[in-house]
């Protein structure tokens, strides 16, 4: 189990990097690619050994399910792992990774790249609106999605994520710098997932499916602020920071 938390850390730190890539290349302006996880397995299929990537992907995210569902079920390392909302959280991370992991498997499989997050974002609240009390829940789980972005941003600058790394052997500077990464990845993760929830938020006010918005879309209206693109690309290079910190927990964190 220890073999496959790390593999899909891993893993998850890859597809983390290529979203930032492909967001840096959007603030840049000169990329159409969807930065968002169906741009980034496009664009890991794009490249030479894109076959051999696409199934590391498949079989580090299916390790990554299979943890968060254990800890689900047994519970997580650590004094504070076996309460029932981590136990829950994982049980959410677990359903989430679920779902990347078929996505790239019917990639790898050649029956499609996964839908795009902005096109999943409007049918799930085009869905959503055709219940009574849909409005409702597309507004509650935009809340949900600002409440995470602050928290995961606090957490963050707060460097709690240090409390699961086991860098007692790592030199002074690498601690450091894996901290220097967790935070400032860790701030910018949480910042699409704040811009994501607004516009659920926006989308249930309006009645407008349309409004919601994925992580692409997400990260593209930040190039519309009066900061232009230079929020986005500072964001978009935190994305980056984020998916090597990934990379780093998958060598010490602790599982």
Known sequence: MAVLARAGLFARGVLYALIGMIAIQIALGSTGRQADSSGAVR??????????ILWLLVLGFAGLTL????????????????????????LGKGI????????????????????????????????????????????????IFVVAGVYLAYQAY????????????????????????????????GAVFVTIGIFLVVAAIEARPGQAKGIDSALRMLARTPLGPWLLGVVALGLVLFGVFSCCEARWRRV
């Open 158 to 189: 707060r460097a709690k994520f240090l409390r699961n790394l086991q860098l007692g052997s790592a030199s002074a500077r690498t601690r450091k710098v894996v901290t220097w990464f967790g935070k400032f990845g860790g701030i910018a993760r």
């Open 96 to 143: 989430i990774y679920g779902f990347v992991t078929w996505g790239i498997l019917k990639f790898a499989l050649g029956f499609g790249a996964p839908a795009s997050s902005d096109r999943q974002s409007r049918d799930l609240t085009a869905t959503a609106f055709k219940y009574s009390g849909g409005r409702l829940a597309v507004a509650i789980a935009g809340v």
């Open 43 to 52: 664009l890991a299929a794009a490249t030479p050994f894109g076959s051999v």
């Open 67 to 90: 943890w968060r569902l254990s800890e689900a079920i047994w519970g997580a390392a650590g004094p504070d792992g076996h309460g029932r909302a981590p136990r829950l959280a994982s």
